[in-house]
């Protein structure tokens, strides 16, 4: 019996040790890459795009797998009924959401831009798998609270990935629109002649042609010199004449730009195509204001476009030019200039100087109507290819991709088709995947560079400290208090727009525990200047607490004992100091 068990115990010993050995050489299977989480409760693969289906998935299985920082809401419906989404990513434990700085993210108001979706995606995924793993990371979602939706314009999201579009369409949401005044409402959009779910180019053999294909790569059309004669004439994307009006693809949905629909500096539709009726007249756009309104604890804004490699403020319109105060500029210039030190290619911008003329743009009503210090990252450049600024749309540059990277993967080699009106045709060209957007393999690198920005955007919202508390015996009982409110990042508690118009509330610095028989503003404490509050002196409300900056308070108090000091900020936060 004895035997039996000495036997059995040997064999259970052997068989746990095979197994110990067996989940260590299962922990050895992979090695730390850094800067990415290792093991991630939820897995995702970065290399492609999601569907609305796809992605809202991924942000359920965040919220599962993180309940205690990470929280997922609809908060609100697009023009055809899908929720759009927002994820609230913070330390739920370490205070309440709305009492910290927030600053919030979205992607794909242009609905072809979907990388904005994933990039948005990735920083929640990155910062929800990093925390508590990553000391800067955990003390961040501490600290901050960030608001993220993947996208909002989830229509037309899906429209893009599941129907035949160009590159560039379609730029709307889903409402759909008489573009071309005949009447009838969206009769005349693209037509996939081949069924491949890209609209690609057509064009046709002419005696007036001014392009021929190249004979060593026939794919590219080049156009001959003035002086020779060509073969081919271009006849735009893929589509024919469905109205009867002589004319190709001209109403297709709607014409309108959600990123002209902002109250701000807002233009009508004469003066600015794609404007609409009225600000806020897109139904996905009045979700997003009114989010921010009820959440005045935002101070920083993010928001992904597609393409051109920028880094872009505002203002979006020369006329708006005194809006953007130099006092707020000169914190733009400082984290827009270290974005463009870790993402090569890009280069930070001005919209109206640099780009064009924005009316009613998003970045500037968040920055003009709110105060909040506001970015918009035009996504993907040609740069990050072969290293090279070719400039956007370079044929050869194209191609060459297509040889080396892609590996024919981008391109519809052109085949002949019998058009009803234009007659004998051939149909090729970039599929609607290349150009704007990341190819698979750029995809994860650019969105960690784009997550890093936003996150030290994020990082330079205010953190506020109660520090140097000093006490002055003035007699009779009586004592001075006094207080240095600091603000330890760039971000100011109020920006000059802010100020301006009073948008946001003042900040408010508590005293409690002590008798209080006056209330200040140290102006000048060398010199002993103070702006007295006559009403609530122990409530002091301040302007502002400026970026890497200080304010001091002070109270005349009687009595002895402990008392605490507590500051109460929208964008700012909450800090607080008890004596001892």
Known sequence: MKFNNWIYTTFLGLALSLAGLQEGIAQEKYFR??????????????????????????MKNMAKSHPDIVKLESIGKSYQGRDIWVLTITDFKAGKAEDKPAIWIDGNIHSNEIQGTEFVLYTAWYLSEMYGDLDFITQLLKDKTFYLAPTINPDAHDNFIYEPNTLNSPR????????????????????????????????????????????????????????????????????????GDGSVNEDAIGYYDPNRDWAWNWQPDYVQRGAWKYPFSVPENRVVMEFVMKH??????????????????????????????????????AIGKKGEEFMPGYKYLVVYKDLYSVFGGQLDWFYGGRGIFTYSNELMTSYLYFHQNAGRGNQDEQMKVDTYLTFGDAFVDWKEFDHPQYGKIEVGGFKKNFGRL???????????????????????????????????????????????????????????????????????????????????????????KYAEQKVNPEKIAVDNIPGMGAVKVRWIVSGGGNYSITVDSAKGGKASWKKQ
Request: net charge negative; proline share 5%.
């Open 172 to 243: 709307s949401g889903m409402i759909n629109m008489d573009d071309d005044g005949d009447g009838v409402i969206g009769e005349d959009g693209f037509d996939d002649f081949n069924k491949d779910g890209h609209i690609t180019m057509m064009i046709r053999k002419s005696p007036t042609g001014r392009y021929v294909k190249d004979q060593l790569d026939p794919r590219k059309l080049v156009m001959v010199a003035p002086d020779q004669k060509g073969e081919y004439e271009m006849l735009g994307f893929e589509g024919m004449d469905n109205d």
């Open 296 to 333: 005045p604890n935002i101070a920083a804004a993010q928001s992904y476009h597609n393409y051109g490699g920028m880094i872009l403020r505002g203002p979006g319109a020369e006329e708006d030019l005194g809006t953007y105060n130099q006092t707020d500029i000169r914190i733009y210039d």
């Open 33 to 58: 890459a850094i800067g990415t989480p290792h093991n991630p409760k939820v897995q995702v693969s970065w290399n492609r795009y999601h569907s609305n289906i796809a992605f809202e998935e991924i």
């Open 438 to 528: 990341h190819p698979g393999f750029l995809l994860e690198t650019d969105g960690h560079r784009n997550a890093a920005f936003t996150i030290l955007h994020a990082y330079h919202t205010p953190k506020l400290s109660v520090m140097d508390v000093k006490e002055e015996d003035l007699g009779g009982g009586m004592k001075a208090v006094t207080a240095t409110i600091y603000n330890e990042r760039l971000i100011p508690t109020h920006s000059s727009q802010d100020l301006k118009y009073k948008i946001e509330r003042p900040d408010f610095v508590t005293i409690s525990g002590a008798k209080v028989l006056a209330g200040f503003v140290v102006e000048n404490e060398d010199f002993k």
